[in-house]
């Protein structure tokens, strides 16, 4: 079962940034996931709509250029990092879960995913690009049918996976609360990886386990690794 460090390490570091994904890789993660925003110049790892909650900064990051969001404070003293400063973080064997929160459109997000490729000279196999809007995932799906895709599902189980179908997705991503036995199997049976969010509690980590989930994404990478050694399900 894979571990991947949710906005990094992020109950021990500040979220998405680059010292947390470092230390999720520290703590055992077999991957990182992240929120993205496709400003006019690069694509931005950040996850809220507003500043306020995790820099010093304040107003919607849409209001903002790259040049004036690079000048705040992310968290002890980092800038908010570069979608191919992140990748940068990953060897070639992490699995890197882009989630898109907003971009400007599919055309123009993919050339800055390939110029980020270029740069941090990541294998493109080892992305898995998810977001909640599932229109844009379709469109990618078109265009680019070499790219892992992940359906994200806030609430309905059943519609996160027949849409996950629909897109042919590599991965189904199910809330906690809406996951159980009978999604995990459908999704197994349709071909689908399921990956679960936000798992931080021991008891979730073996329960989801126990179901053959694929994967968790957890804000405490190094819970989860141990969790789940000592339950005997990784070695
Ligand atoms: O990708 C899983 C999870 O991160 C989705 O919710 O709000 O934490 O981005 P959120
Ligand atoms: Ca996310």
Redesign the pocket.
């Known amino acids: 079962m894979w571990i991947l460090g949710?906005?990094g390490a992020s109950r021990d570091a500040p979220e998405n940034t680059l010292s947390a994904f470092k230390l999720a890789f520290a703590q055992g993660a077999d991957g990182i996931?992240f929120?993205t925003y496709e400003l006019a110049e690069d694509i931005i790892v950040f996850?809220d709509k507003t500043l306020t909650r995790t820099t010093n900064g304040q107003g919607e990051v849409l209001d903002h250029s790259l040049a004036q969001l690079r000048q705040l404070d992310a968290g002890e003293r980092q800038q908010i990092p570069l979608l191919n400063e992140v990748l940068g973080c990953c060897d070639n064997t992490a699995l890197c879960?882009i989630?898109i929160?907003q971009l400007a459109s599919v055309d123009s997000w993919l050339c800055k995913l390939d110029r980020a490729l270029q740069l941090s000279q990541m294998n493109p196999a080892r992305l898995l690009i998810?977001s909640?809007t599932h229109g844009w995932l379709q469109q990618i799906a078109q265009r680019r049918p070499d790219l892992c895709l992940g359906a994200?599902t806030?609430t309905s189980a059943e519609t996160g996976l027949k849409s996950a179908m629909a897109m042919n997705a590599y991965s189904v991503?199910f809330a906690l609360d809406v996951v159980d036995e009978r999604y995990v199997k459908h999704a197994h049976q349709a071909g689908l990886k399921v990956l679960v969010?936000?798992v931080d509690l021991p008891a979730d980590m073996q329960r989801l386990a126990a179901m053959g989930v694929d994967g968790i994404?957890t804000n405490v990478p190094a819970i989860a690794r141990q969790t789940l050694t000592d339950a005997g399900y990784l070695s």
């Open positions: 949710h906005r996931e929120d996850h879960n989630e929160k998810s909640f994200l806030a991503h969010y936000t994404f």
